[in-house]
């Protein structure tokens, strides 16, 4: 019997390092494919990583995402799951309602704190610096109709100095998602 293979979408804005840890760590494993990347930026260098990687990617638009839902659910119609990595656009309903309990974001800050509109990459790290927090970290979870609040499947902390400054806990905060947002990911898809 043919072994069944599951297929990560991956949704991005930006810079793609987490696209880039993912297809890493499950390019050993062949019972995971990263099938697809979808950036709403046709500039977002995690474009460029996914071509050197050879996995197929789209663009999307904000807008699109918004007023053509036949786009949208054509590009992940093959996909099990709907992993963010970066992705700056409201994830809307309908998508939601595909993929229940499928669809899992990477907050880089400790949630419920630092999350909303607004508040992500940089911002995020400003406002824990501005705030003097002692700790900050990554939270993974799912992602439900409500920004930033659907079940938390994991948190990392990591222990912030006064020293820090923003630039220092992005560093800190890219170590934490680079350590452990594939793993999470293996442990949700199989269940471990
Ligand atoms: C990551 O730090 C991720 O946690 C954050 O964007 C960065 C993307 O970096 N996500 C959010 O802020 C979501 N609200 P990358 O493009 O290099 O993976």
Do not use: W
Not at 61 to 74: A, L
Not at 104 to 123: E, T
Not at 147 to 166: K, M, N, P, S, Y
């Amino acid at each position: 019997m043919e072994k069944k293979v599951i297929r990560l979408a991956v949704f991005v804005s930006g810079g793609g390092t987490n696209l880039e840890n993912i297809i890493n760590y499950f390019s050993k494993d062949e019972r995971v494919e990263v099938s697809v990347v979808v950036s709403n930026r046709e500039d977002a260098y995690a474009l460029v990583r996914a071509k050197n990687h050879h996995v197929p990617s789209c663009v999307i638009t904000r807008k699109q995402f918004s007023d053509e839902p036949d786009v949208v659910m054509n590009a992940v119609k093959d996909c099990d799951y709907i992993i963010l990595a970066g992705f700056l656009v409201r994830i809307p309903d309908y998508l939601i309602d595909a993929f229940p309990k499928r669809i899992i974001n990477i907050h880089p800050a400790l949630l419920p704190k630092y999350g909303g509109k607004g508040m992500h990459g940089h911002h995020v790290h400003e406002a824990v610096k501005a705030a003097g927090e002692k700790e900050s970290g990554i939270t993974i979870h799912y992602v439900n109709n409500e920004l930033d609040a659907g079940e938390h499947i994991a948190q990392f902390r990591v222990a912030l100095t006064e020293d820090d400054t923003a630039d220092s806990i992005a560093e800190k905060i890219h170590v934490l998602e680079q350590a452990h947002f594939p793993q999470v990911i293996e442990r949700v898809i199989f269940g471990l």
